[in-house]
Nanobody, 115 residues
Framework: QVQLVESGGGLVQPGGSLRLSCAASGIIFSIASMGWYRQAPGKQRELVATITNAGRTNYADSMKGRFTISRDNAKKTVYLQVNSLEPEDTAVYYC?????????WGQGTQVTVSS
């Protein structure tokens, strides 16, 4: 059974930083590509970044510069470091993977940027 469990969200002031984590189970993590997406209130879910099993990263154009995706294969965890947070970054952040031709999502972690 594939499970993705996100953590690390919360309330942060503008300009602050967060590191989100996604712990995976039920897959061979070291060979899986992973991704982070987000969904803001009233908007569609959008790509933030992906990372391949080899560590190659890809970012949505609007996310370049403040977002960093990384992975720790020993911990079966993918991370998203977000710096210089803005109110527009307020969203639920989801972890994602494709495994054996199926797409899996975590339950999401809420990030709220507000003073």
């Amino acid at each position: 059974q594939v499970q993705l469990v996100e953590s690390g969200g919360g309330l942060v002031q503008p300009g602050g930083s967060l590191r989100l984590s996604c712990a995976a189970s039920g897959i061979i993590f070291s060979i899986a590509s992973m991704g982070w997406y987000r969904q803001a209130p009233g908007k569609q879910r959008e790509l933030v970044a992906t990372i391949t099993n080899a560590g190659r990263t890809n970012y949505a154009d609007s996310m370049k510069g403040r977002f960093t995706i990384s992975r720790d294969n020993a911990k079966k965890t993918v991370y998203l470091q977000v710096n210089s947070l803005e109110p527009e970054d307020t969203a639920v952040y989801y972890c994602n993977t494709r495994w054996r031709d199926r797409v899996y999502w975590g339950q999401g972690t809420q990030v709220t940027v507000s003073s």
